[in-house]
């Protein structure tokens, strides 16, 4: 059955820096197109970031742009998701999710929370 | 980017009642809109995609309306398990964007 379990989440200081990986299995990896989400405390859901199954194409939420770079490996069969410069702001539980055109985000992780504080 | 518009943003219902929850966007996203529940420290669970196809496994309570602009979600008889969040999300275009959600409580 399709999995995606994300790993790398932690406390960081403001500025600091931190690598989340989504680790994938029971389907064929390099055949969809992943995303990250994140859900800061009490509030709703946002989209992070895209990476198409071949890695050549990125979009990002304009919150993170310049600060995250999301990146795959599909010989591990692996999400990464490079977050720089981080703010009390990025302080939520941050979810890998598979996405095809027709459904949208069909299957997400169990999520691995980031905090961000001093 | 697309907003998306999302009410109520809370309701008090009962078991069994029937209870809808509607989104707009605000530009045509044909029907490349889903329904996502969320239960506390879970992950959004998929209940609807493509605006009115139900995905495998979700029961038959739930329902997806809508195109273009105007989408709803319906559950025609609320039971206990349903009271969560529920979100809605456009995939037409980049970036991707959800409604605020809308709690589902007990009355």
């Known amino acids: 059955q399709v999995q995606l379990v994300e790993s790398g989440g932690g406390l960081v200081r403001p500025g600091g820096s931190l690598r989340l990986s989504c680790a994938a299995s029971?389907?064929?990896?390099?055949?969809?197109?992943m995303s990250w989400m994140r859900q800061a405390p009490g509030k709703g859901l946002e989209w992070v970031s895209y990476?198409?199954?071949?890695?050549?194409?990125?979009y990002y939420a304009d919150s993170v742009k310049g600060r995250f770079t999301i990146s795959r490996d599909s010989a591990q069969k692996s999400l990464y998701l490079e977050m720089n410069s981080l703010t009390d702001e990025d302080t939520a539980v941050y979810y890998c999710a598979r996405e095809t055109v027709t459904v949208g985000f069909e299957y997400w992780g169990q999520g691995t929370r980031v905090t961000v504080s001093s | 980017a697309i907003q998306m518009t999302q009410s109520p943003s809370s309701l008090s219902a009962s078991v069994g009642d029937r209870v809808t929850i509607t989104c707009r966007a605000s530009q045509d996203i044909g029907n490349d809109l889903a329904w996502y529940q969320q239960k506390s420290g879970k992950a959004p669970r998929l209940l609807i995609y493509a605006a009115s196809s139900l995905q495998s496994g979700v029961p038959s309570r739930f329902s997806g309306s809508g195109s273009g602009t105007d989408f709803a979600l319906t559950i025609s008889s609320l039971q206990p398990e349903d009271f969560a969040t529920y979100y809605c999300l456009q995939h037409y275009l980049y970036p991707r964007t959800l409604g605020q959600g809308t709690k589902v409580e007990f009355k």
């Open positions: 029971g389907f064929r990896f390099s055949e969809y197109y």
């Open positions: 990476i198409s199954r071949s890695g050549s194409s990125t």
